[in-house]
């Protein structure tokens, strides 16, 4: 746009200078048909006049459009701080959602955790109260050997012996 502008510039400047050198052939009068009429009247001065009304009109067009685009502009950007806003909401919202969702479910393999545990504590307790009753029976059943053995020893008879005699 700014090569536009200076084109533009360099354009009217250039029929400044040349209105300003040809000021004479501008201001002299002639005959001029209006198809209904006859109107004596500068011809330049008229074509001059003409060219500034158009001028004008498109600096008025212009106006316009740029005001229009800058109207347009700023609301846009209204809409887009909106979108951005509700966007950022929407993110808020959805990081709520999944740090309620992460808590529920970290909650729940707690529970699931603690329940596990408490079985697996119960078991192992039951295991430690069978291999205890294991080891008693064993021990027991070991210390009655020993002392069948200790009283066929005492006697004087071997293990084998009373066994028979039995």
């Known amino acids: 746009m700014y090569l536009r502008t200076i084109l533009m510039v360099f354009i009217l ?15 002299r009068p ?3 048909s209006l ?13 001059l006049g003409v060219v ?8 008025i067009y212009v106006l316009y459009l740029q005001s229009s685009v800058l109207f347009e502009t700023r609301r846009h950007a209204r809409e887009l701080h909106a979108q951005r806003e509700l966007a950022e909401h ?3 919202s959805r990081i709520h959602e999944l740090r309620s969702f992460l808590e529920t479910q970290l ?14 504590t119960a078991r192992l307790d039951r295991l430690e109260t069978d291999l205890r009753q294991s080891i008693e029976q064993c021990q027991n059943a070991l210390a009655a ?6 009283d066929h020893l005492g006697h004087g008879r071997a293990p084998s012996e009373s066994r028979k005699l039995a």
């Open 30 to 32: 002639t005959t001029l």
């Open 52 to 59: 500034l009304l158009l001028t004008a009109l498109f600096l």
């Open 145 to 150: 050997a020993l002392a069948e053995i200790d």
């Open 13 to 27: 400047g250039a029929l400044a200078l040349f209105t300003v050198a040809n000021w004479h052939a501008f201001t």
């Open 35 to 47: 198809i209904v009429a006859n109107v004596e009247a500068p011809l330049g001065l008229v074509l």
């Open 90 to 92: 929407a993110e808020i």
């Open 107 to 120: 909650q729940t393999l707690g529970k699931q955790t603690e329940i596990s545990r408490s079985e697996l």
